[in-house]
């Protein structure tokens, strides 16, 4: 079948009236056959413009205006691009649609408030950041990015963004990056999306998914594993919070999810896990340090693996390896309905806790010949069954600094 045939254009510059070019529209989206477009749910256009050159696919969405879709049609394109406000630029469907512009400081894709970008592979290999916006409603469905030299996929605003809309990302990949997925001040969904395989040379490079800045970051039915420093940073600076529904943090070569200097409390919890796995992760499973307010309800913290860590001590390296390890003062904790079993040093390590640790008695404890419940070094009450506190002087070590945050 000849799509070509099939699909009529609808570009910039056609005189006809408002009501045909919706009826166009309309065709072109009903075909059955060489439709150009899986229109995301939720997104709705009034007029289209197709684009198969980079100079065509700039010119249109240069002069888009809220409500039109851009088609890219099959093939590579090499410029950065823009995506107006309340503009879809979406990939043609069924075919490969590659986007590789940018540059060192600059994103392959930038996106307005309430952009909309669907259907693309997004290759970042020669740019700072794969997709980048300020939040503020913008979507992303079926997006793979690839490569990030910064970010993979950046939303960032300076001021305080978290009364604005939410931007989603709904079955997105995100690999290769030095940071995957990196929010801050704003408001944030991801589900049912991978990040993967970050890494680099600098200190904060290696991040799976880094919420700071005071950001709202939700994500539900996803993956973060095999990145190089570890899965998944909270930083509470400026209020931040976070919701993780049936999230796997799996196999990275640091820790899984590090929160640090969280400032919630047990009715207002600034961390909420329902029903994580951690699994396979280096130095520890789930961490917290000067933290309070965080839940954690069912889930799986297991096979947490022993590495090499700087200590205290300037200098110092230790080798630690626990499931659940709060430290430096974290309070306000309640973990339920969780199994924390066959991590290589520690099920659970509390050292120098603050008030209100618990660790309710339904949660399944098992030790495999390792340590259970480990408190140490701390004098508030901890709620938990079947404590083992080491003698003055035989505790356990500790890796438990303030992680970098990556800066944009």
Not at 307 to 312: I, L, M, R, V
Not at 319 to 331: A, C, E, I
Request: with cysteine.
């Amino acid at each position: 079948m000849n799509r070509h045939a099939l699909t009529p254009t609808v570009r910039a510059s056609n005189a006809l009236p408002t009501m045909r070019r919706v009826l166009v529209f309309t065709a072109v989206l009903s075909l059955g056959c060489g439709a150009p477009v899986d229109l995301p749910s939720g997104v709705t256009c009034s007029r289209t413009i197709q684009a198969s050159t980079d100079s065509a696919l700039v010119q249109a969405l240069s002069g888009a205006t809220s409500g039109t879709c851009v088609i890219a049609q099959a093939g590579t394109y090499r410029q950065a691009l823009t995506v107006p406000s309340g503009v879809a630029l979406l990939g043609e469907a069924s075919a490969s649609v590659e986007l590789g512009g940018g540059t060192d400081t600059t994103a392959v894709v930038t996106l307005a408030p309430n952009a909309v970008l669907a259907g693309v592979k997004v290759t970042a290999s020669s740019a700072g950041y794969g997709v980048a916006g300020s939040g503020k409603g913008a979507r992303l469905f079926r997006v793979s990015v690839t490569g990030g030299k910064k970010v993979g996929l950046l939303f960032w605003c300076e001021e305080d963004c978290r009364t604005d809309e939410v931007s989603e990302a709904t079955d997105l990949t995100v690999s290769g990056a030095a940071v995957g997925l990196m929010t801050k001040g704003v408001r944030v969904r991801l589900k049912n999306s991978t990040v993967s395989k970050s890494g680099g040379t600098s200190l904060t490079s290696g991040y799976g998914v880094v919420a700071s800045g005071g950001a709202v970051l939700e994500m539900e039915g996803s993956i973060v594993e095999q990145n190089d420093t570890l899965g998944v940073l909270i930083d509470g600076a400026g209020a931040t919070e976070a919701t993780f529904t049936s999230v796997s943090v799996l196999d990275n070569k640091g820790r899984g999810l590090w929160a640090q200097g969280l400032t919630g409390t047990m009715a207002a919890p600034r961390l909420r896990l329902v029903n994580p796995t951690f699994e396979r992760n280096l130095l520890v499973g789930f961490g917290a340090r000067n933290s309070t307010g965080v839940l954690i309800s069912g889930g799986r913290i297991a096979g947490t693996r022993t590495g090499s860590a700087s200590g205290e001590l300037p200098g110092e390296v230790v080798m630690v390896g626990d499931g659940l390890g709060l430290f430096g003062g974290t309070g306000e904790l309640r973990v339920d309905g969780a199994s924390v079993e066959a991590n290589q040093r520690s099920q659970v390590l509390v050292d120098s806790a603050g008030t209100g640790v618990v660790i309710s008695p339904n949660v399944n404890v098992a030790t495999a010949g390792a340590l259970g419940v480990v408190v140490q070094r701390t004098t508030n009450l901890v709620d938990a069954m079947n404590i083992t506190r080491p003698a003055a002087g035989m505790e356990l070590s500790v890796s438990a600094p303030t992680l970098g945050v990556p800066a944009r």
